[in-house]
């Protein structure tokens, strides 16, 4: 697997919907979150200068709850090696117990700031972000 990166998150009064939980959509908001704190921690500073990223495609997993106050980490890696402009970001989210309460994976394209259109992603861009051998 490709070197994981983890943050922790706190379960505030605005992330909880009516049922008491923790929103499906506030997860969403987790998950860019926690892989953008992935990116900033490891891309050269020149990449980060000439490229951002979107996300294209979100598979959830929505397993067990989260509530008021709970403290979540945050698990993101990539996945294979991109292919053109893409590449799979997988995540979880994880209870202080260790349980997965969220499991995704995301679909990501890179897009060159001065054109504003994607592009292959560079290898020397994901290079970091890769299993070192």
């Excluded at 979880?92 to 060159?112: M, S």
């Amino acid at each position: 697997m490709n070197p994981v990166f983890e943050l922790e998150l706190t379960a505030r009064p605005e992330h909880i919907d009516e049922l008491g939980h923790v929103n499906n959509a506030v997860w969403v908001q987790w998950i860019q979150q926690v892989a953008l704190a992935h990116w900033y921690s490891l891309a050269d500073p020149a990449h980060q200068e000439a490229y951002f990223w979107v996300i294209v495609r979100h598979e959830i997993d929505y397993l067990r709850p989260a509530f008021e106050g709970d403290v979540v980490t945050g698990r993101t890696w990539v996945g294979e090696a991109p292919k053109g402009a893409r590449f799979d970001r997988h995540m979880e989210f994880l209870g202080r117990d260790g349980k997965i309460c969220v499991r995704a994976r995301t679909q990501w394209a890179i897009i060159d700031k001065a054109s504003g259109r994607p592009i292959r992603v560079p290898p020397e861009v994901v290079a970091p972000f890769l299993a070192r051998e």
